[in-house]
């Protein structure tokens, strides 16, 4: 069983920048890919970035790639998103999940899901 939390969402000006946390609990957590989440109102929840277990590979959504950074500290068991320039656009609910396999785009490939943390880019 693996619990997640996220945290580091806030209010930001177009242009600034957040740092996302997801912490989990279970001690296997370091052998579960990770993937961050983003849904906003009235749209379908879309990948983001993913961290594979061994933190040897990460993928990015084309819309985020070069602004956000995914890392992990297996002996933290905490994921990191990094997020600069933000823009209104990546206004949503970020939440994080767990995956035993590989890292994947697909919602329904991961296990664990956070509550997820809000983020609001102001133009």
């Known amino acids: 069983q693996v619990q997640l939390v996220e945290s580091g969402g806030g209010l930001v000006q177009a242009g600034g920048s957040l740092r996302l946390s997801c912490a989990a609990s279970g001690r296997t957590f370091s052998t579960y890919a990770t993937g961050w989440f983003r849904q906003a109102p009235g749209k379908e929840r879309e990948f983001v970035a993913g961290?594979?277990?061994?933190?040897?590979?990460?993928y990015y959504a084309d819309s985020v790639k070069g602004r956000f950074t995914i890392s992990r500290d297996n002996y933290k068991n905490t994921v990191y998103l990094q997020m600069n320039s933000l823009k209104p656009e990546d206004t949503a609910v970020y939440l994080c999940a767990a995956n035993k396999g590989l890292v994947a785009g697909e919602t329904s490939e991961y296990d664990y899901w956070g509550q997820g943390t809000q983020v609001t880019v102001s133009s």
């Open positions: 961290i594979s277990w061994s933190v040897h590979s990460t």
